[in-house]
Each structure stands twice: as C-alpha cells, then as structure tokens.
C-alpha cells in the first residue's frame, strides 16, 4: 500500500514551507517534497512587505525575522549622483493600520530558513530535500503522487487528499495540468547583483538611483553590509558583458562611489507579468511563482506567494475537517487569482513601466514631482497602503454571502488581521442570544466595545466573522442568531 498524507506539497522554497507551517498551525500534517538535495542560497527576493509580517506575527516568527533583518522607518528615494532625496516613503503614516508598518529587508534564503525551521518544529511537516514530483494523477476522492528520489531510476507513490503545487515557475504540478503562464514577458532583461560592502558606504540613504545614463539603474539595502545592484541591460548588451566584474564595478562605483566591495552573487533574467488560468484543479492547487510570476519591481513575488499559502491553508484544513472541498478550493481560486491580477500584477506592472519605459531626461522630474505628492498624507497612505499590500480586497468568492463594504478585506482592527483563527466579533448584541449560538468548533467569539467597534464605522450592534487568514468573511447589522450561524458556517465552507 503507498505511503499516505493529508497534503502532499511539491517543492520546499518558501511559499511551500509557508503552507506546510500554515496547514501545522491548524494541526494539518503534509509532507513537502523538494527536488533538490538541499535549501537553496540565493538572494532573489529582499523584502518582506507588512501584510506578510503580519502574516509572519501571527505565525510567531516575528522575532526571529526582525533579528536579523533591517527595518527601516522610511525610504528616502535619493539621486545617487548628488544625493538629494526625491521622495520619502514613511511608512509610520501606517501605524495606525497595523501593527509593523514598515517593510521588513531580509535575504529570502534566510526568510526560507526562518519557514522552514519553524514548520520542522510543529513536528507535522515531513521535509524530503533531494525528492522529486514528476508525477501525478488525481480524480474527485484523491491525488496520487509519484516521486524520485535524486540519483535513483525507480519512483514511488505517496497518496493525498490535496497536492499543493508550489514547485516555482518551470511547476512541474502546473504543466502536468496542462496551464500555462499567461500575460506578457517585459522587452528588457535585468541584471541583479548582490554586493559586500564593509566601509562607510553601508550607511548611505537608499534606494539610490542614477538618472544620467540611458538604462534604469539603482542600489538598495537589504542586509548589514549588503546591497543590490539593479540595472536594465541595453539591447545590444550580452549577458555575459551585464555580468563581467568590471560592468558591475561601474554600476557600484555609480550608486555608492569608490571603494572596495565584493560581488556575491549576479544575474540576468527576463521578468515577467504571468498568471495560470486556474489556481485550483479539482484536488490540486497552485501557490507561488508555478500560479503567478510577477516583476520583482515593488517586491510583492514572494510576499504574494506566502498570502496564496496563507489563504489555502486554513481552507485545505477546514476540507479535511468535513467542509465542502470543492467550495473552499474554489474560493482559493477565485480569491487569490483575482488579488494577483487586480493587485499585485497592476501594482507591479505599474511601477516596472515606470522604471523601465519612461524616457531617461523624464524619470527625475517626475519621481520629484511624486515626492512632493507624496508629502499629501491620505494620498501617501493610499500609495503605501498598496505597495505594502494591506489593502488586497477579495471582491468576489463563493464564501460570501453578501457584499459589504468590509467583506472581502482585510479586517480594520490589526489584532484581528493578525489572528490565527475563525473569530466571530460581537458587538452590542444580546449575551443571551450570543452564548446560544451554534457555531464550528474553531470559532471563538469576540466582544467588543464601543471604542474597538469604531474602527467598522457602524453605530449599531453588528456581528462579523474573521476568518482564519485575517480577512472579514462577513458582517450583519442587527442579526438574528439564526442568521449568524447560517452566515459563519458558509462563510467557512461548512
Ligand atoms: C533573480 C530574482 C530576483 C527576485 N527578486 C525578487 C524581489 O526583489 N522581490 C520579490 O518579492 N520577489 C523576487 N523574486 C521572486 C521570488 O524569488 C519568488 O517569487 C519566490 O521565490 C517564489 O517562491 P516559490 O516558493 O513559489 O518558488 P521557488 O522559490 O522557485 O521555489 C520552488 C521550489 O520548488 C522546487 N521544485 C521545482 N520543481 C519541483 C518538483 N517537480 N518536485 C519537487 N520540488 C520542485 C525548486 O527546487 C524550488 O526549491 C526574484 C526572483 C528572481 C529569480
């Protein structure tokens, strides 16, 4: 008889350890199957963006991640030939909204460990390294998977009721499903660069950018004493000549000045604004880079591969507790799909047009002339609201049973955005009536005062449910109890 699973996870970067730990939290066991033979070290993604830290807080790694990384109040957006600061990015004009408004830079590999450990240690998550999908077939009872181990010619089953495909753009999952990637590949390769810098250079203002040459080119912090190097090849460049040491050495000279440094790692790579057309295939999901590859310009990749691991997990948890499967999968899809599109690949997109496809003599002027908006602050909220993705709405799924203006969003109290758990918030309505109702078993309830209930801008007695990944599932004004236990068991899929 094959081995079995509840869920079968292909691929162990971070968004599959983000929904091995996600499911753990629920008490959900998987196993994460990862063809290489050990975590990977590059530094690709550098940021870890508020909505994911408050995903991370209410996964209790906090801690761990602000230990190591930089966290910077603000961003001051400066020219890197004289150093004048353009545009300021204050991220304290969000603290109001949650409780870390401020992104957090860390390598991702470190971010990776930081997921990793801590699914390791629930004690429910089996990390195979060196084992490979390479195969699967799945009907309405199941999935079956068939995997190789690195270096062997046999292969061996493992069966699951969910396979979640989280095994990064070239997905294995998502070709055996037939998807491909749909949108459109940006004209001009980027080179990227992460540098060691050991003097005074490290404290300079960033990001730091160069408006005098022909191609987009500019320097970050992302760790102590390491920064990237971002450039647009020209067309007529090869990747060999962006990636010889004396290109990168006039890059750096040109953002950070004279000195010494060490170049760690560098590539050139195409980027892209990709989606499958279904995140949710019957009993297979996609998560990550193998459902959505988004330009690493504004840095939401990861961050909206972890929010994809963080929708699914509770919902693959509630399947496996009796809920309708096919519902809950269908939300995932729906939900996640349309949040890449509508979000993360506009938000993207618009910043990577910005960066790459305005005229050279244009691109100072006008990332002035922002500055100087930015300084309006509900319209600089608005703007930082979205790049750090604490406004990603969900507007439609088949978990809501009616529309409001809070269902669908993020909830407007950070404690809440930041639970780990079904909560039902009760607020003015009969105790009696309240202690009656009939709820699933993982919803706690909540009541609150008046000053906490301002923040849903009602007066009246309302109930709303959270649901477990923070985002309000539904909300009534005056509800009968009936209708409360009706509304929170399909707002959970039960
Ligand atoms: C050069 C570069 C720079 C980037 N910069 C940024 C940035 O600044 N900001 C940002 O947010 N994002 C950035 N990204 C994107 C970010 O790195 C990805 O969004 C993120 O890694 C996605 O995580 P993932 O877990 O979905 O996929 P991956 O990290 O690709 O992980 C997938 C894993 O699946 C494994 N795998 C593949 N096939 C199989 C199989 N058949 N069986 C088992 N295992 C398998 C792979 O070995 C890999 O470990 C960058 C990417 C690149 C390439």
């Not at 033979?37 to 994911?52: E, F, I, K």
């Not at 009969?430 to 005062?449: C, F, H």
Request: charged share 25%; hydrophobic share 45%.
């Amino acid at each position: 008889m094959n081995e079995t699973t509840p869920v079968a996870i292909a691929g162990g970067g971070p968004v599959g350890f983000a929904a091995a730990l996600g499911l753990a939290r629920h008490g959900v066991r998987s196993i994460v199957f990862e063809k290489a033979p050990a975590p990977a070290l590059y530094a690709r993604a550098g940021v870890v963006l508020p909505r994911t830290v408050e995903i991370f807080r209410s996964w209790g790694l906090l801690d761990e991640i602000r230990a190591e990384a930089i966290v910077p109040a603000a961003l001051n957006i400066c020219d890197a030939l004289d150093g004048e600061e353009l545009a300021r990015l204050d991220f304290s004009l969000l603290r109001d909204e949650t409780f870390d408004p401020e992104p957090v830079f860390l390598p991702q590999h470190r971010t990776e460990a930081i997921l990793r450990n801590a699914a390791v240690h629930t004690g429910l998550v089996d990390a195979r390294f060196g084992e490979e999908v390479v195969d699967f077939w799945h009907d309405p009872g199941g999935v079956r998977v068939v995997l190789r181990k690195l270096g062997e010619q046999s292969t061996y089953s493992v069966d699951a009721p969910f396979l979640v495909g989280a095994d990064g753009a070239n997905s294995t999952v998502r070709t055996k499903l037939g998807l491909a990637l749909e949108g459109e590949t940006y004209p001009t390769r980027i080179m990227l660069a992460v540098i060691g810098i050991e003097d005074r250079r490290d404290i300079l203002p960033w990001p730091r950018l160069r408006f005098d040459g022909p191609e987009y080119l500019a320097a970050l912090r992302f760790a102590r004493g390491r920064w990237r190097v971002i450039a647009a090849i020209p067309p007529d460049e090869s990747d060999a000549a962006a990636l010889a040491h004396d290109r990168i050495a006039s890059h750096v000279r040109a953002t950070l000045g004279d000195g010494p440094f060490e170049i760690e790692w560098a590539s050139a790579f195409n980027i892209h604004r990709r989606h499958a057309p279904w995140f949710a295939v019957g009993r297979v999901v996609l998560a990550g880079d193998s459902a959505h590859l988004n330009s690493p310009v504004g840095g939401q990749g990861l961050n909206g591969g972890v929010a994809d691991a963080h929708n699914l997990s509770w919902k693959l948890a509630f399947a496996l507790d009796g809920a309708d499967t096919m519902r809950l999968l269908a939300s995932y899809d729906v939900e996640r799909r349309c949040a890449i599109v509508t979000s993360t690949e506009r938000f993207s997109d618009r910043c990577t047009k910005w960066m790459l496809g305005i005229a050279p003599r244009w691109r100072r002027p006008l990332l002035a002339a922002g500055g100087r908006l930015m300084r309006f602050a509900p319209l600089a909220r608005r703007v930082l609201r979205t790049g750090v993705l604490l406004d990603v709405r969900y507007d439609d799924s088949p978990l809501f049973l009616a529309r409001d203006r809070w269902v669908g969003r993020r909830a407007p109290d950070p404690a809440l955005a930041t639970t780990d758990g079904a909560i039902l918030v009760l607020h003015g309505l009969d105790e009696a009536n309240a202690n009656r109702l009939d709820l699933p078993r993982s919803v706690r309830k909540l009541a609150i005062e008046r000053q906490r209930a301002a923040r849903w801008k009602t007066r009246a007695p309302f109930a709303a449910l959270v649901r477990p990944d923070g985002y309000v599932g539904w909300i009534a004004r005056h509800p009968p109890r009936e209708a409360i236990e009706r509304a929170v068991h399909h707002a959970l899929g039960y």
